[in-house]
């Protein structure tokens, strides 16, 4: 089952805009991660936020997580056309080793 | 891709066949998973190895098996029983199956049924 949703689904911006996407999910987590995926490949993992941290910084990435809401923010700064990718959120429910993956965010930075 | 390579990059079945996708992985992780990820949605696990001879069924085992006889492979026979196997799948690994750990994914292989 499904329990990262991604919000919006999809997402169009120009080049040097910031870009936020969000991840709802529905029982208690040890963490939280985001990976990126371009057309046709496989998977990078970009950051990992633990439960009990609210905020985490990669590069031009900021991820927020707010275990009360039961959800995540992952923002993009100064977007670049590479940026280009749909970005899934995963969740690692507590007591499991399963990552479950939600549906994700198609990203499209137009130059 | 990191270490982690999944062949064919293109199958074709006939309905009916088995088929066998490969995973290897020079990462020296102990951990491997098998996911499927259909048009527009996010990744489904279908089994996921811990060790060495040991692996347990994800949330959508049925119609596959797995087998894990080293460290470094870990391939998936998708068969005849399962009904819609036109996806995407991902092989990944970890170093442990530890909460904390990252995924490194392999390419993929895109199956097709004909």
């Known amino acids: 089952s499904q329990q990262g949703e991604e919000d919006p689904q999809a997402l169009s911006i120009q080049e040097g805009e910031n870009a936020t996407m969000n991840c709802s999910y529905k029982?208690?987590?040890?963490?939280l991660q985001w990976y990126r995926q371009n057309s046709g490949r496989g998977l990078v993992h970009l950051i990992l936020?633990?439960?009990?941290?609210r905020e985490k910084h990669s590069g031009r990435l900021r991820v927020t997580l707010d275990t009360s809401k039961k959800s995540s923010s992952l923002l993009i700064t100064a977007s670049r056309a590479a940026d280009t990718a749909s970005y899934f959120c995963?969740?690692?429910?507590?007591?499991?080793?399963?990552?479950?993956f939600g549906t994700g965010t198609r990203l499209k930075v137009l130059a | 891709d990191g270490g982690i390579t999944q062949s064919p990059k293109y199958l074709f079945r006939k309905e009916g066949q088995n088929v066998t996708l490969s995973c290897e992985q020079n990462?020296?992780?102990?951990?491997m998973y098998w996911y499927r990820q259909d048009p527009g949605q996010g990744l489904r696990l279908i089994y996921y190895?811990?060790?060495?001879?040991?692996?347990q069924k994800g949330d959508i085992a049925e119609g596959y098996s797995v087998s894990r006889e080293k460290k470094e492979s870990f391939p998936l026979t998708v068969t005849s029983a399962q009904k819609n196997p036109t996806a995407f799948y991902l092989c990944?690994?970890?170093?442990?199956?530890?909460?904390?750990?990252?995924?490194?994914f392999g390419p993929g292989t895109r199956l097709t049924v004909l």
């Open positions: 190895s811990q060790i060495v001879n040991d692996f």
């Open positions: 995963a969740t690692v429910s507590s007591g499991t080793y399963k990552y479950i």
């Open positions: 029982t208690s987590i040890n963490n």
């Open positions: 936020i633990r439960s009990n941290e």
């Open positions: 990462l020296n992780h102990d951990a």
């Open positions: 990944a690994s970890s170093t442990e199956t530890s909460p904390y750990n990252e995924q490194f």
